[in-house]
């Protein structure tokens, strides 16, 4: 009898030693994630651009002077895929400034490229709120390039996004 006694007190104490199972509920239908809406881009663009050359569904190009701009939005996700499609580089072959912008990463580079009118040079920006990348681009030749730094530091310095969906008053 005696060890009966001592088995049953083994086994309860045994059994009080375990960590409760976790579980995982597993379904056969894949939950897709929602996104929240795209946030509104502000951007400050020159006179002489009054409406976009060319809109596509993921953004919108203008041709002014002497250079253009692209203004266009991804999903997150994959920043290598999204600075390739904005400067035709991978993010290891250019030099990328990663700063704070609100709350959101601002990524800031420069490029250049070859073409059949010679030398072009680009200036791009994206800025990931973690859910889209919002990709303003500058294009223009080497020669121009120069005389067109004031007025693309004015464009790039005025880009940035807003949750508010009001219309905003430019001033204008």
């Keep these: ?16 030693c375990g960590q409760p199972a976790q579980l995982e509920t597993v379904s056969d239908v894949q939950e897709q994630q929602v996104l929240p809406r795209e946030q509104r881009v502000l951007l400050q663009l020159p006179p002489e651009v009054y409406a976009p050359t060319l809109q596509t569904d993921t953004g919108s190009i203008y041709l002014c002077d002497r250079y253009s701009i692209s ?4 999903r997150a996700g994959d920043l290598q895929q999204t600075v390739q499609t904005a400067a035709g580089f ?3 072959n250019l030099q990328m400034q990663q700063t704070m ?8 580079f ?42 693309w ?20």
């Design 1 to 16: 009898m005696k060890k009966w006694w001592i088995i049953l007190f083994v086994l309860v104490l045994l059994s009080g």
């Design 153 to 172: 530091r004015e464009i790039f310095a005025s880009f940035r996004v807003t949750e508010d969906r009001e219309d905003i008053s430019t001033g204008s």
């Design 110 to 151: 420069t490029w250049t490229a070859a073409s059949e009118e010679g030398i072009q040079v680009g200036r791009g920006c994206i800025l990931d709120d973690g859910y889209y990348h919002y990709v303003l681009t500058a294009m223009a030749s080497e020669a121009d390039a120069g005389e067109l730094q004031e007025t």
């Design 90 to 92: 991978l993010p290891e």
């Design 71 to 74: 203004l266009a939005t991804y």
């Design 101 to 108: 912008q609100q709350q959101n990463k601002r990524y800031s």
